[in-house]
């Protein structure tokens, strides 16, 4: 899907430059790539940040981009930026696919 939007890479160095062309022609604040195993990328006005992924066991990665989401817009709700956001919603989406088919994260998984 990645390379349908920025076409295709060759080396992992051009990802940053071709997700920071994108997030500025779409005059976007923030880009966030999920990256499956790879955890996640967000590419904003300060540069790149990598998240690495948090699963332990991956059981079903059924909604596990719709948790990463979720979580995102849940903590920039509660008033932080994208980048103290990352990784509570990496870590939200590292919990759901440890578990079986749709699934939910509670607040003590999350933050216990």
């Not at 990665?61 to 995102?72: F, M, Q, R």
Request: net charge negative.
């Amino acid at each position: 899907e990645l390379a349908q939007v920025l076409g295709p890479w060759t080396r992992a160095a051009q990802l940053p430059a071709r997700a920071q062309h994108l997030r500025q022609s779409l005059e976007l604040d923030g880009l966030l790539m999920t990256r499956s195993e790879e955890g996640m990328s967000l590419f904003d006005a300060a540069g790149h940040a990598q998240v690495p992924a948090q699963a332990r066991e991956v059981f079903d990665v059924t909604g596990a981009g719709d948790t990463v989401i979720a979580s995102l817009a849940a903590m920039l709700a509660c008033g932080l930026d994208l980048r103290e956001a990352l990784p509570i919603a990496n870590r939200a989406g590292g919990i759901v696919v440890g578990k079986f088919g749709t699934a939910t994260v509670g607040y003590e998984e999350l933050f216990g």
